[in-house]
């Protein structure tokens, strides 16, 4: 059974910093391409940034310099750092497993920047 296990949201200060985790089990995670998704209330979900199995990453355009995605294949997970949070960073993040044929979901943690 696959399982993606966001952890590491919360409610956070404009300019503050927060560090996601999303640990897998279930899969071959170094098979995969892993991302982080956002979905905000009223918004369709997007892409916030992604690390294929080789280390390469992409970002959106409105978290470039702000936030990096790393991975540790020796324990299966995947991270999110994000730095000078602003209001509108406010969603839903998802964590995302990724090759051909399979393609998984976490369960989402809520990210809230707000003074």
């Known amino acids: 059974q696959v399982q993606l296990v966001e952890s590491g949201g919360g409610l956070v200060q404009p300019g503050g910093s927060l560090r996601l985790s999303c640990a897998a089990s279930?899969?071959?995670?170094?098979?995969?391409?892993m991302g982080w998704y956002r979905q905000a209330p009223g918004k369709q979900r997007e892409l916030v940034a992604s690390?294929?199995?080789?280390?390469?990453?992409n970002y959106v355009d409105s978290v470039k310099g702000r936030f990096a995605i790393s991975r540790d294949n020796s324990k299966n997970t995947v991270y999110l750092q994000m730095n000078g949070l602003k209001p509108e960073d406010t969603a839903v993040y998802y964590c995302?497993?990724?090759?051909?044929?399979?393609?998984?979901w976490g369960q989402g943690t809520q990210v809230t920047v707000s003074s």
């Open positions: 690390i294929t199995r080789g280390g390469s990453t």
């Open positions: 279930g899969i071959i995670f170094s098979f995969y391409t």
């Open positions: 995302n497993a990724n090759k051909i044929n399979a393609d998984y």
